[in-house]
Nanobody
């Protein structure tokens, strides 16, 4: 089994910054892509940013230039630095990781429990 534990959400004013972290633990052989998704009330879950094991990054157009994704492979951790936050960034943010486990030997998509980000004055 693999667990993804997120931290760093909270309430911030427009224009402020937050940094999300997500640490993976468990029967991990390797982690391919890691990413962050978000879901606002009444909307579908959407990709915010993703990063491969080799460091290639992909961002939603709405966050380009404001958010930065990074990862520490030694710690099995992915980060999301969010700057210049806007009210429309308010959502529950979910960590995602494509993990190859040791036992059983398989590749599977894992999700964190979600962390609330609220941007409001």
């Amino acid at each position: 089994q693999v667990q993804l534990v997120e931290s760093g959400g909270g309430l911030v004013q427009p224009g402020g910054s937050l940094r999300l972290s997500c640490a993976a633990s468990g029967s991990i052989f390797s982690i391919n892509a890691m990413g962050w998704y978000r879901q606002a009330p009444g909307k579908q879950r959407e990709l915010v940013a993703a990063i491969t094991s080799g460091g290639s990054k992909n961002y939603a157009d709405s966050v380009k230039g404001r958010f930065t994704i990074s990862r520490d492979n030694a710690k099995n951790t992915v980060y999301l630095q969010m700057n210049s936050l806007k009210p429309e960034d308010t959502a529950v943010y979910y960590c995602n990781a494509l993990v190859r486990t040791v036992v059983p030997a398989r590749t599977y998509d894992y999700w964190g429990q979600g962390t609330q980000v609220t941007v409001s004055s």
